[in-house]
């Protein structure tokens, strides 16, 4: 119990000597580039060396230190991709250019301070890819054939997080005795791990000429296509 307590006790000091402040979830699309914020509130001492690490199978691999005004670069991501952005010795943010799935991670930084030590605290970078998206309308005009006919196809694929596909129809236009799917919402689910890409295929049926087609991706939407009259 007394080695369990001066942990809690030592655990306490530190946080009351520096507190490191990070943005707990950043997003970024393939291709951009993302800032990862990192600052240091410190009430003494001064700090001696600012340490990026990122989780790569499992191990946390360094690939940037900062100290004495100079930048290491540790690894070829690093090297090829990685900008340190400090200008203050409290300040240690870096930006990743070209992002690319591989670089979903979760990335921790570290304040190395004298006398009191190291801080630290972990970012969680998410890497989205816009979709892949192909119409394939039928010959026009569209004649439906009763109960019900395919004329038109959309598939979104590669997409991450994966596509909300919706069609919209013109509601007064079909107002008629018989039952037609005047509004379709189609979930899909997209296979999409770091290096390969495989999509599903979602045929959609409408018995009527379709009018709009919007497709969306989080965080917000992407594409708005007008296809018909």
Not at 6 to 20: H, R
Not at 46 to 73: A, C, H, I, M, P
Request: glycine fraction near 6%; proline fraction near 4%; charged fraction near 20%.
């Amino acid at each position: 119990m007394i080695g369990v307590r001066a942990l809690l006790v030592l655990g306490i000091l530190q946080s009351l000597g520096g507190q490191v402040l990070v943005n707990e979830k950043v997003r970024a699309w393939i291709g951009s580039s993302v800032v990862l914020n990192c600052n240091i509130k410190i009430l003494e001492g001064v700090v001696t060396q600012v340490t990026w690490k990122r989780n790569e199978k499992g191990q946390n691999v360094d690939f940037l230190t900062y100290s004495g005004g100079k930048v290491q670069k540790l690894t070829k991501f690093a090297e090829s991709r990685v900008e340190f952005l400090g200008n203050q010795p409290t300040e240690g943010s870096i930006m990743i250019r070209d992002v690319t799935l591989a670089d979903e991670s979760v990335y921790t930084c570290i304040f190395t301070t004298f006398p009191s030590g190291a801080y630290s605290n972990m970012s969680s970078l998410i890497v989205q890819a816009e979709p892949d998206i192909h119409v394939e309308p039928l010959p026009n005009p569209v004649v439906a054939k009763l109960p019900f006919q395919t004329v038109g196809t959309c598939v979104a694929g590669a997409a991450k997080p994966a596509a909300n596909i919706s069609w919209w129809t013109d509601v007064s236009y079909y107002a008629t005795r018989y039952h037609y799917w005047l509004f379709v919402t189609v979930y899909f689910a997209t296979n999409f791990d770091r290096y390969v890409r495989n999509s599903k295929r979602v045929d959609t049926m409408l018995v009527r000429k379709l009018l709009i087609i919007r497709v969306m991706t989080l965080p917000a939407d992407l594409y708005i296509y007008e296809w018909g009259d």
